[in-house]
Protein backbone atom coordinates (compact mmCIF):
# COMPACT_ATOMS: atom_id res chain seq x y z
CA UNK A 1 0.00 0.00 0.00
CA UNK A 2 1.17 3.57 -0.67
CA UNK A 3 2.09 5.56 2.33
CA UNK A 4 3.34 8.84 2.76
CA UNK A 5 5.48 10.84 5.45
CA UNK A 6 5.92 14.10 6.23
CA UNK A 7 8.51 13.97 9.23
CA UNK A 8 7.96 17.83 10.49
CA UNK A 9 4.90 18.22 12.31
CA UNK A 10 5.74 21.83 12.85
CA UNK A 11 8.23 24.18 10.93
CA UNK A 12 9.11 27.86 12.02
CA UNK A 13 11.00 30.22 9.53
CA UNK A 14 11.46 34.26 9.73
CA UNK A 15 9.66 36.16 7.03
CA UNK A 16 12.13 36.11 4.02
CA UNK A 17 14.46 32.84 5.38
CA UNK A 18 14.29 29.87 2.97
CA UNK A 19 11.98 26.81 3.26
CA UNK A 20 11.77 23.27 1.98
CA UNK A 21 9.88 20.76 4.09
CA UNK A 22 10.09 17.29 3.41
CA UNK A 23 8.00 14.37 1.57
CA UNK A 24 8.86 10.69 1.40
CA UNK A 25 6.33 8.20 0.12
CA UNK A 26 6.44 4.31 -0.05
CA UNK A 27 4.97 2.73 -3.49
CA UNK A 28 6.62 0.77 -6.11
CA UNK A 29 6.66 2.74 -9.35
CA UNK A 30 6.64 6.32 -9.69
CA UNK A 31 3.00 7.48 -8.16
CA UNK A 32 1.64 11.01 -9.03
CA UNK A 33 2.70 13.47 -6.80
CA UNK A 34 1.14 16.71 -5.06
CA UNK A 35 1.36 19.26 -3.07
CA UNK A 36 -1.51 21.29 -1.22
CA UNK A 37 -1.44 24.09 0.95
CA UNK A 38 -4.74 24.78 3.44
CA UNK A 39 -5.48 27.92 5.41
CA UNK A 40 -7.34 27.67 8.84
CA UNK A 41 -10.64 27.34 8.16
CA UNK A 42 -10.25 26.56 4.50
CA UNK A 43 -9.98 23.49 2.07
CA UNK A 44 -6.80 22.34 0.49
CA UNK A 45 -5.47 24.23 -2.38
CA UNK A 46 -3.27 22.42 -4.86
CA UNK A 47 0.41 24.41 -4.99
CA UNK A 48 1.90 21.77 -7.46
CA UNK A 49 1.83 18.52 -9.30
CA UNK A 50 4.18 16.10 -10.41
CA UNK A 51 3.11 13.29 -13.01
CA UNK A 52 6.28 12.99 -15.17
CA UNK A 53 9.43 14.35 -17.27
CA UNK A 54 11.28 17.53 -15.62
CA UNK A 55 11.61 16.69 -12.19
CA UNK A 56 11.91 19.84 -10.91
CA UNK A 57 8.31 21.25 -10.58
CA UNK A 58 7.16 24.96 -10.37
CA UNK A 59 3.89 25.95 -8.91
CA UNK A 60 1.95 28.02 -7.64
CA UNK A 61 3.19 31.34 -5.07
CA UNK A 62 6.66 31.12 -5.77
CA UNK A 63 6.86 27.66 -4.55
CA UNK A 64 8.68 24.43 -6.81
CA UNK A 65 9.08 20.50 -5.37
CA UNK A 66 11.95 18.41 -6.85
CA UNK A 67 11.13 14.82 -7.53
CA UNK A 68 13.98 12.02 -6.51
CA UNK A 69 13.16 8.57 -7.23
CA UNK A 70 16.37 7.31 -5.26
CA UNK A 71 15.30 9.12 -2.32
CA UNK A 72 11.37 8.42 -2.85
CA UNK A 73 11.03 11.97 -1.93
CA UNK A 74 9.02 15.18 -3.18
CA UNK A 75 10.59 18.30 -1.43
CA UNK A 76 8.67 21.36 -1.28
CA UNK A 77 10.88 24.61 -1.73
CA UNK A 78 10.19 28.61 -1.76
CA UNK A 79 13.65 30.97 -1.71
CA UNK A 80 11.96 33.32 0.33
CA UNK A 81 8.67 32.90 2.32
CA UNK A 82 6.06 35.57 3.12
CA UNK A 83 4.14 35.83 6.35
CA UNK A 84 1.10 35.17 3.82
CA UNK A 85 2.66 31.61 3.76
CA UNK A 86 1.39 30.82 6.89
CA UNK A 87 -0.35 27.76 7.06
CA UNK A 88 -0.51 23.75 6.74
CA UNK A 89 1.23 21.58 4.12
CA UNK A 90 -0.07 18.81 2.62
CA UNK A 91 2.18 16.28 0.45
CA UNK A 92 -0.02 13.65 -1.27
CA UNK A 93 0.39 10.28 -3.26
CA UNK A 94 -1.42 8.91 -5.98
CA UNK A 95 -0.59 5.46 -7.24
CA UNK A 96 -1.68 4.64 -10.53
CA UNK A 97 -4.78 3.02 -10.96
CA UNK A 98 -5.95 3.02 -7.22
CA UNK A 99 -7.35 7.16 -7.98
CA UNK A 100 -6.80 7.47 -4.07
CA UNK A 101 -5.19 9.63 -2.57
CA UNK A 102 -2.77 9.42 0.48
CA UNK A 103 -1.99 12.09 2.08
CA UNK A 104 0.31 13.05 4.40
CA UNK A 105 0.06 14.10 8.12
CA UNK A 106 0.93 17.82 7.14
CA UNK A 107 3.35 20.41 8.03
CA UNK A 108 2.14 23.27 10.03
CA UNK A 109 4.49 26.23 8.81
CA UNK A 110 4.54 29.58 11.12
CA UNK A 111 6.29 32.32 10.03
CA UNK A 112 7.79 34.92 12.61
CA UNK A 113 8.21 38.65 11.62
CA UNK B 1 -15.82 30.00 -12.94
CA UNK B 2 -17.86 29.32 -9.16
CA UNK B 3 -15.58 26.98 -7.42
CA UNK B 4 -16.43 23.84 -5.52
CA UNK B 5 -19.31 24.69 -3.35
CA UNK B 6 -20.26 23.17 0.20
CA UNK B 7 -23.38 23.20 2.47
CA UNK B 8 -23.80 24.20 4.84
CA UNK B 9 -20.71 25.60 6.51
CA UNK B 10 -21.10 24.55 10.12
CA UNK B 11 -23.69 21.85 11.73
CA UNK B 12 -23.72 20.76 15.10
CA UNK B 13 -26.10 17.60 15.76
CA UNK B 14 -26.64 15.52 18.63
CA UNK B 15 -25.32 11.56 19.30
CA UNK B 16 -27.80 9.23 17.29
CA UNK B 17 -29.09 11.90 14.86
CA UNK B 18 -28.32 11.70 10.84
CA UNK B 19 -26.78 14.39 8.75
CA UNK B 20 -26.72 15.20 5.21
CA UNK B 21 -23.90 17.27 3.24
CA UNK B 22 -23.79 18.67 0.17
CA UNK B 23 -21.29 19.18 -2.36
CA UNK B 24 -21.71 21.10 -6.00
CA UNK B 25 -18.40 20.84 -8.17
CA UNK B 26 -17.18 22.85 -10.63
CA UNK B 27 -19.39 23.09 -13.77
CA UNK B 28 -18.15 20.31 -15.94
CA UNK B 29 -16.78 18.12 -13.21
CA UNK B 30 -17.78 14.60 -13.25
CA UNK B 31 -15.42 13.48 -10.19
CA UNK B 32 -16.45 14.11 -6.81
CA UNK B 33 -14.42 12.79 -3.75
CA UNK B 34 -14.97 13.07 0.11
CA UNK B 35 -12.68 13.10 2.54
CA UNK B 36 -12.65 13.35 6.36
CA UNK B 37 -10.54 15.36 8.33
CA UNK B 38 -9.69 15.39 12.32
CA UNK B 39 -6.67 16.10 14.10
CA UNK B 40 -6.15 12.80 15.34
CA UNK B 41 -6.25 10.89 11.54
CA UNK B 42 -5.64 13.70 9.60
CA UNK B 43 -6.97 13.75 5.72
CA UNK B 44 -8.97 9.82 5.25
CA UNK B 45 -10.65 9.66 1.78
CA UNK B 46 -14.04 8.71 2.36
CA UNK B 47 -15.59 7.60 -0.97
CA UNK B 48 -15.82 8.78 -4.69
CA UNK B 49 -18.05 9.44 -7.04
CA UNK B 50 -18.21 9.32 -11.06
CA UNK B 51 -20.91 9.33 -13.74
CA UNK B 52 -23.46 8.99 -10.73
CA UNK B 53 -21.43 5.42 -9.42
CA UNK B 54 -19.44 4.91 -6.37
CA UNK B 55 -15.80 4.39 -7.76
CA UNK B 56 -14.34 3.92 -4.59
CA UNK B 57 -14.23 3.56 -0.94
CA UNK B 58 -12.58 4.64 2.30
CA UNK B 59 -12.56 2.56 5.78
CA UNK B 60 -14.92 3.93 7.21
CA UNK B 61 -18.37 2.17 8.58
CA UNK B 62 -21.58 1.30 6.59
CA UNK B 63 -23.04 4.76 8.34
CA UNK B 64 -21.49 6.74 6.16
CA UNK B 65 -22.80 6.74 2.49
CA UNK B 66 -23.10 9.14 -0.67
CA UNK B 67 -24.48 9.62 -3.82
CA UNK B 68 -23.93 11.61 -7.04
CA UNK B 69 -27.11 13.01 -9.23
CA UNK B 70 -26.89 13.44 -12.82
CA UNK B 71 -25.65 17.26 -12.61
CA UNK B 72 -22.75 15.17 -10.76
CA UNK B 73 -23.85 17.10 -7.45
CA UNK B 74 -23.55 15.02 -4.26
CA UNK B 75 -24.41 14.32 -1.02
CA UNK B 76 -23.08 12.17 1.69
CA UNK B 77 -25.24 11.19 4.44
CA UNK B 78 -23.97 9.94 8.14
CA UNK B 79 -26.35 8.08 10.63
CA UNK B 80 -26.51 7.16 14.15
CA UNK B 81 -23.70 9.49 14.81
CA UNK B 82 -21.32 9.45 16.92
CA UNK B 83 -19.20 11.76 19.16
CA UNK B 84 -16.33 10.66 17.01
CA UNK B 85 -17.86 11.69 13.69
CA UNK B 86 -16.87 15.81 14.51
CA UNK B 87 -14.72 16.73 12.09
CA UNK B 88 -14.20 19.07 8.61
CA UNK B 89 -15.80 16.95 6.08
CA UNK B 90 -13.80 17.96 2.42
CA UNK B 91 -15.50 17.51 -0.97
CA UNK B 92 -13.20 17.87 -3.91
CA UNK B 93 -13.98 17.93 -7.87
CA UNK B 94 -12.03 17.12 -10.57
CA UNK B 95 -12.41 16.99 -14.61
CA UNK B 96 -11.74 13.48 -14.45
CA UNK B 97 -10.67 10.78 -12.01
CA UNK B 98 -7.59 9.89 -10.47
CA UNK B 99 -4.22 11.85 -11.71
CA UNK B 100 -6.18 14.77 -12.61
CA UNK B 101 -6.03 18.68 -10.36
CA UNK B 102 -8.68 18.21 -7.40
CA UNK B 103 -10.16 21.53 -6.37
CA UNK B 104 -11.36 21.34 -2.84
CA UNK B 105 -14.56 23.08 -1.14
CA UNK B 106 -14.14 25.03 2.12
CA UNK B 107 -15.69 22.37 3.94
CA UNK B 108 -18.48 21.20 6.24
CA UNK B 109 -17.47 21.51 10.10
CA UNK B 110 -19.68 19.25 11.40
CA UNK B 111 -20.09 19.40 15.49
CA UNK B 112 -21.41 15.99 17.18
CA UNK B 113 -22.54 16.93 21.00
Known amino acids: AQSVTQPDIHITVSEGASLELRCNYSYGATPYLFWYVQSPGQGLQLLLKYFSGDTLVQGIKGFEAEFKRSQSSFNLRKPSVHWSDAAEYFCAVVSGGSYIPTFGRGTSLIVHP | KAGVTQTPRYLIKTRGQQVTLSCSPISGHRSVSWYQQTPGQGLQFLFE???????NKGNFPGRFSGRQFSNSRSEMNVSTLELGDSALYLC????????????FGQGTRLTVV
Open chain 2, 49 to 55: YFSETQR
Open chain 2, 92 to 103: ASSADRGNTEAF
